[in-house]
């Protein structure tokens, strides 16, 4: 039997919506990797003005297809930031640093202080992400040890009870990372990450790269994992079959802004933007036999995107405004945003 | 069988492998080619006044039964492979009548000594700043030494001995050019000699080093530029990983595998160099045996030496293989 | 080709700096032709005279100019490194892409002959030879010998290059189409490997001259074709270090590193220019 469980809050208590303070929150962000040489600059508009907020001991996703630009607003609320990509807008707040417009602009000993001890990490492609050279007791040692503040023996006994939550044997922490398999190496990335129960944890396509069946088992072990500690989860992948299954509230990310934000359930029942009523009807339905059509065109180039709303080029309902103009996320029903032309015919746009 | 086992004893073919072929390689050289190596000893021995015919005679004769060259090809063959085996190579022409092998195993030490120490601080400096270098790539005293490494790294080992003997013969003479210790310092376990062994040491050492270094210089170099960018590294980064413990456990210790792999590949170099550097300084190693036996037309302690270089070499890379599997714990499982 | 060439010289200040260190020793050889003195006459201007207008480089002890003997035994030395080159680029490329395209226990097998050429200490093999043959030892034999002994480093880094393009799609569509091993091997691959085998040229050009200068340094050579290790051989024979006739050593040895380093530095640049991630990162990556 596992050491026991730290009090949390009642199953019911954690699915009512709670307006309790957010966790993160993210205003009018603009990143953009930009290439300078003989004296021309370029950017790519990677993430173009995105706002959202992540509330405390939640499962919030954040959809889209590769090339919408969720990898590098994920990099860059991590603080992963390196040239060519510079933060050239907006801010990025934490509960536990507040005032500070992210990670990138904190000093060294506060970044120092809030990684993995607040913030942490599940990336994707769970083959490489252990030093293959050394047993997998020294990541967790070099990662965590010294956020606990336990004596050794408590520690690794802490470590064991947290493996036991993800159904691993402790063997697991004799061994190289490349005598496990990969759902084992993923739910040691589980188990390293939620250590030290951070308020935040971003877990990229975390599942992409295991097959169906041990997909299923890790993603009840996210879920259980979070539930348990309480802490936030923003959750990214291009899978819409795993957002429906595991998410509370839901982003559609296209060409580096944002199109809709919702809770998960009405998303799905009532997408309002056309891209998100494509993603949502492009999922395969058990009986449902009519055929799927296939978006016309590519997503854009975020070099040079199309002027006004990005999405215009591929759109059923374009209109002569969304050539023109961006459309402004609005509210449109309780927690639901929608940045559409169509939905809100008199909202105005940002050049 | 144990992982382990199974990879020693694969190990152990190659250089079994490496033995046979190159021992055959030597066999077909003297045995093989139409020059007859007693022919040659002989000219060169009686290229100083002359020889009676009869005295010639008796000499070839007492040559080729010495150096296993009477009897049919097969015969012939395995006479050879059994000399190999005993390291029983006959005795020396130049030195006679002292056997091949004791001249061997008295300048053998003199180049293991000298090989060990040149190869482990080479490896060990070129290394650990080539690993530096790739992972502070701003650093501008890094960058300098780099530019110094790719500038020294091309020039073959003797031109660097010439040039130290020049600068520490003629015109800086501080460091002794000449000999493996002091002349008139008899040989035995105390201070002064061994003083002395290291004084001349110095520069054969230092030659060597200098050329090596920036090999593993470079090489480190450019396996930690791009060990940087792989998943674990970005990964530990992300978690706040001490950058001192990232260097270290994360990306050296990564790196120093092919770089191994490269010291195995570059043993039989490393030798070849260490055999000329040693005749530039007239250490009493191997090297100064072999071409001074070339030049006395001795046939035994040519083929002598020539075959204990291949076997002295091939273990040394067995030994390096043996070790590999403590640094990358994946290789047992392929 | 011209445009990976161009964008070398741009890009890339190690290429500019060994293309002219490289030209430079070229055009020394190439002066060889307009030498006035026979190459192999001796006692033809008055010995042992320091660097002066008359004679640039001086005279050496046998009575040579050692710039006229020096542009000679550079283009020998050049020579003689671009015939092994050439020679064991043949062996290289043949077992490189064979052993890589046909992969399984072909693979293992030359891999292991391979390994073994890799490691077997050259010098004292190639002293033997010289001890059995001794003048019989001609230029030719000594380039075929070494171009034997010498491909097999090479020869796993094109195989390398051939595992990875086994792999590829258009291979695949090569082998249905139903081309033999050989026309794809030709046809198809060669051009792919092309600049490996370039830098790995240079690189053995590198090693086959190394060993020439340091074989007739110990006088294992044909010693009377002029040489670099050929010039210093003699200076040595002349005790020339003792006599002071320091310039008989220093032009030699300061043309020889140039060409050395000049070679080592095209070889760098080229594999450096093969991966594409630090081409990127010279190109553009850099902000500012």
Known sequence: MSAPVPAVPSAAAAAAPVPAAPVLSVQDLKAYYRTRYFGVTRDVRAVDGVSFEVRAGEIYGLAGESSSGKTTLIKAIAGAIRPPLEVVGGTMTFSF???????????????????????????????????????????????AFRHMGLARSAFWAEVEAHLARVDLDPSVLAAYPHELSGGMRQRVTIALATLCRPEFVIADEPTTALDVLV???????????QREIGSSLLFVTHDMGVHAALTDRLAIMYAGRLAEEGRTAEIFARPRHPYTRHLVGSLPRIGDASERKSLDGTPPNLADPPPGCRFHPRCPLAMDVCRREQPAMIADGPDHRVACFAVHPQSEGHP | MHPYLAYVAKRLGQFLLIAFIGVNLAYA?????????????????????????????????????????TGTPLEQYLTFWRRVVTADFGPSLSAFPAPVSSLIARALPWTVGLLVTSTLLSFALGSLLGGLAGYHQDSRGLKLMGILAMGLHPVPYYIVALVLLIVFGFVWPVLPIAGGSAMNLPQG????????????????VLSLTLVGVGGWFLGMRSLVSNIVSEDYVVYAELAGVDRRRILSSYVMRNA?????TGLAMSLGGIFNGAIITEKVFGYPGVGTLLVDAVYAGDYGLVLGVTTVSIIGVSVGVLV???VYPFLDPRVQVR | MLAILRDLLRYNAEFRIGLLLVGIVVVLAALSFASPYPPLDVYVVPPDLPPSWAYPFGTTSRGQDVFWQLTVAIRNTLAFGIAVALLSRVLSLAIGLFSGYKGGWIDRVLMSINDTFIVLPLFPILVLFYFVMRDRMTWAMLALIMACLGWAYDARLIRSVAMSLKTREFTQTSIFSGMTT????????????????????MNNMNWSIGLEVTLSVLGFTDINTPTIGGMIFWANQHTAMVAGVWWWFAFPVAVVVMAFV???LLAVSMNEYIDPRSRLRRMGGAAG
């Open chain 2, 256 to 260: 120093l595998v092919p770089q191994f």
């Open chain 2, 189 to 204: 376990f105390n201070l002064e000699f061994a003083a002395s062994v290291a004084r001349h040491s110095i520069l054969p």
């Open chain 3, 262 to 264: 000049g070679l080592f």
């Open chain 1, 97 to 143: 640093l507040p005032g500070s417009p992210g990670l990138h602009r904190a000093s060294p000993a506060e970044v120092a202080g809030i990684r993995w001890r607040h913030l942490s990490y599940i990336m994707q492609g769970s083959m490489n992400v252990l030093n293959p050279v050394r047993r997998v007791k020294h990541s967790f040692d070099d990662f």
């Open chain 2, 29 to 69: 050289i003297t045995h093989a080619t139409p020059i007859d190596p007693v022919e040659q000893s002989i000219a060169v021995a009686t290229s100083f006044g002359s020889t009676a015919p009869q005295a010639i005679e008796s000499m070839r004769q007492s040559l080729r039964e010495l150096y296993g060259l």
């Open chain 2, 320 to 322: 390096i293989d043996l």
């Open chain 3, 182 to 201: 050989r026309e794809i091997l030709m046809r198809e691959h060669l051009p792919y490997v092309m600049p490996i085998v370039f830098s790995t040229t």
């Open chain 1, 215 to 225: 997909q299923k088992t890790v993603l009840g072990m996210i879920r259980s994992v």
